[in-house]
């Protein structure tokens, strides 16, 4: 009997070469890197007094933003004590714009906000200017429009040359104007607001 065995291999092996090499198929596809799609969900805003608390230094600071100078952008509010003890510490009230400029400050002794209370034990006096201090950026204290309309001006707030007429008539007449108000001192209360004309925070009203 004849064998087949080599001949089935050598036609295998003829079949197999002879068959075309498969060549990689060709695209135009271009892929494009995607970065992943995020929606952003803007947060809400809490106008609510802020508190910082540094025991080591005895440092007592709110802040809140709000807004004053713009109609577009919030101011940001803050008012800071810092000494120890807290009774004869200082008070820093700052006002700053959205880009850090500072509009407003002022500086006076932690014991301007007992008022006329200056006769209470350290311990009373302690708690109640904590009070003030968590009092002096409440919601309430302002005031849109900075002057009602009804409004006159008082002469005795002013200088004798009236200097704070033109600020006062300024800030009456834009009726987006927003007043803030706050006391310090034996009951000595002041609101400002800021001329968008003049590019500064005036005085409006006092009283004491």
């Given at each position: 009997m004849k064998r087949i065995f080599p001949l089935v291999i050598l036609s295998s092996l003829y079949i197999s070469c002879s068959q075309p090499v498969s060549q990689p198929i060709k695209t135009n596809t271009v892929i494009a890197m995607r970065k992943p799609h995020v929606i952003y969900k803007e947060a809400a805003v809490d106008d609510t007094p802020k508190i910082v608390v540094d025991t080591a230094n005895k440092r007592l600071s709110y802040s809140v933003t709000h807004f004053f100078s713009d109609t577009v952008y919030k101011d940001d509010f803050s008012i800071t004590l810092s000494g120890s003890p807290i009774t004869k510490g200082i008070v820093v009230f700052k006002i700053s714009d959205h880009q850090h400029r500072t509009?407003?400050?002022?500086?006076?002794?932690?014991?301007?906000?007992?008022?006329?209370?200056?006769?209470?034990?350290?311990?009373?006096?302690?708690?109640?200017?904590?009070q003030r201090m968590a009092d002096f950026l409440k919601e309430t204290?302002?005031?849109?429009?900075?002057?009602?309309?009804?409004?006159?001006?008082?002469?005795?707030?002013?200088?004798?040359?009236?200097?704070?007429?033109?600020?006062?008539?300024?800030?009456?007449?834009?009726?987006?104007?927003?007043?803030?108000?706050?006391?310090?001192?034996?009951?000595?209360?002041?609101?400002?607001?800021?001329?968008?004309?003049?590019?500064?925070?005036?005085?409006?009203?006092y009283s004491d």
């Open positions: 509009l407003f400050k002022e500086k006076y002794a932690s014991s301007d906000l007992l008022g006329d209370e200056d006769d209470l034990t350290p311990h009373q006096q302690e708690i109640k200017i904590r204290n302002f005031s849109k429009p900075a002057i009602d309309a009804t409004e006159t001006f008082d002469d005795s707030f002013s200088y004798a040359d009236k200097s704070y007429l033109a600020d006062w008539k300024d800030i009456k007449a834009d009726r987006s104007a927003i007043g803030f108000m706050y006391c310090y001192g034996y009951e000595a209360c002041q609101t400002i607001a800021y001329s968008k004309k003049k590019k500064k925070v005036a005085v409006v009203s």
